[in-house]
DNA sequence: AGAAAAACGAACAAAAACGAACAAATATTT
DNA sequence: AAATATTTGTTCGTTTTTGTTCGTTTTTCT
């Protein structure tokens, strides 16, 4: 058997009954015990499982609050392997800037992992999964954008210019071809712009179907 | 069987029961009484239950705080008919400041048939749920309570200094015989009353439920 | 109130699961 | 065909979880 059959095959069993032992998905797969460990340690890394001492879940611990704004998707795709690759930027004791991106409300998974961050978000879903997840959060508050249900105005600017973050993760609509960034409205990339002021490591989040659109 | 699946069907037993006893659930989950008083303590440390002599019930004694979700349940129609009974001093292209009270929540329904007003408001979940209704609102933003999903602090408070309100609804936990509000948290109460500083009219949203109970 | 029964926590030993290292088997490249 | 790389299974020491056995505390019954 392949090792990507296995792999589907366990991820199959996994979603059919949310979780499932080491012990018995060897005997099932016939593959010994470490070779089921080492494929969950794999697929834990992808992000399709989490690991659990015995065996796996599928989706995050089933005891937490899944954030209502990721659930919905597939897990796996483009922005959750983006959260998880820029995950590797982050420490212990951080703090964060996020903005209301879609992308970036993907981290909340990866920051679930973290002690003792603060995160700064412009993102109203974002703020409110953060929080669902124990993550220490505080909003930048100000004119809700109704379309992204993000926070912009000089409200949320006064609030990230009085303070310094360690990382900010952010993102835009669009890439042109010469690598400038563009948006839809003037208020959001004020607000970008000044939390990319206001912070050390500036990370991009950003898939490939942002290449090539030009917005504002 | 796994810890975590255990764990799960704990909590499930638990939800349908509101009560199990130690001796039950051993036999039921084929696991010995130590591991079950194991996974209660743990449990009980993670917030989804409380330990009693024998068992344990879920949702913690009654004088501890209640999550918000179980709060917005209770008194349902209480606060419906409490938040259209307010809705009455509503007036077109009004300015309003809602606090993040459950019973304020309330006040999204009412607020749809207005035209022009504008929210001001500490609630996460509110503002979220205004703005979904289309309706223009501003965030205070500020540190997040989990617990309630509240906004508070200096940057919520400098928010509502900076505005002038024609109306605020607001709530608190107790309401004493002698008619003083009590509330839990010292950032809530400070919050409350910048909000009934900057406001014209004040309106106290408040159901039987309140009467008697004093806190901070 | 006092005795019996039940539940408790702590300590300890058995069992299960784990990770790491290594060797065998299988694929892939040259 | 030989060399190399990858995957897999085995072994072993370590960690985690679990069940048992105490003495102690709490509840219940008389």
Redesign the interface.
Same mark, same amino acid.
């Given at each position: 058997m392949l090792i990507i059959d296995r792999h589907q095959q366990i991820l199959e069993i996994l979603k059919r009954e949310r *979780?499932a /032992?080491v012990t018995r998905l060897a005997r099932e797969l016939f593959a010994s015990e470490p070779t089921i460990r080492r494929d969950l340690a794999y697929l834990e890394e992808q992000g399709y499982l989490k690991r %659990?001492? @015995? @065996?796996a %879940?599928i989706g995050g611990?089933?005891?937490r609050e899944i954030p209502y704004n990721v659930r919905a998707e597939e897990q796996g795709d483009a922005k959750t392997i983006i959260a998880r690759k820029a995950a590797k930027y982050l420490h212990k004791g951080a703090v964060i800037f996020l903005d209301g991106s879609s992308t970036a409300a993907h981290m909340v998974e990866p920051l679930k992992e973290l002690e003792d961050i603060l995160v700064v978000t412009s993102g &109203?879903?974002t &703020? !409110?999964a !953060?929080?669902?997840n /124990?993550i220490? %959060?505080?909003?930048? /508050? /100000?004119?809700?954008i109704?379309r992204s249900?993000t926070?912009v @105005?000089s409200?949320?600017e006064?609030?990230i210019r *009085?303070m310094r973050a360690d990382l900010v993760f952010f993102s835009c609509r669009g890439l042109s071809d010469d690598g400038e960034m563009t948006d839809i409205s003037i208020e959001e990339i004020n607000l970008r712009r000044t939390m990319l002021e206001r912070a050390h490591t500036k990370i991009l989040l950003c898939d490939s179907s942002k290449f090539g659109k030009q917005y504002m």
């Amino acid at each position: 058997m392949l090792i990507i059959d296995r792999h589907q095959q366990i991820l199959e069993i996994l979603k059919r009954e949310r *979780s499932a /032992g080491v012990t018995r998905l060897a005997r099932e797969l016939f593959a010994s015990e470490p070779t089921i460990r080492r494929d969950l340690a794999y697929l834990e890394e992808q992000g399709y499982l989490k690991r %659990v001492y @015995g @065996g796996a %879940v599928i989706g995050g611990a089933p005891d937490r609050e899944i954030p209502y704004n990721v659930r919905a998707e597939e897990q796996g795709d483009a922005k959750t392997i983006i959260a998880r690759k820029a995950a590797k930027y982050l420490h212990k004791g951080a703090v964060i800037f996020l903005d209301g991106s879609s992308t970036a409300a993907h981290m909340v998974e990866p920051l679930k992992e973290l002690e003792d961050i603060l995160v700064v978000t412009s993102g &109203a879903k974002t &703020a !409110l999964a !953060l929080a669902e997840n /124990g993550i220490r %959060v505080i909003s930048t /508050g /100000g004119q809700m954008i109704t379309r992204s249900f993000t926070y912009v @105005g000089s409200h949320a600017e006064a609030c990230i210019r *009085s303070m310094r973050a360690d990382l900010v993760f952010f993102s835009c609509r669009g890439l042109s071809d010469d690598g400038e960034m563009t948006d839809i409205s003037i208020e959001e990339i004020n607000l970008r712009r000044t939390m990319l002021e206001r912070a050390h490591t500036k990370i991009l989040l950003c898939d490939s179907s942002k290449f090539g659109k030009q917005y504002m």
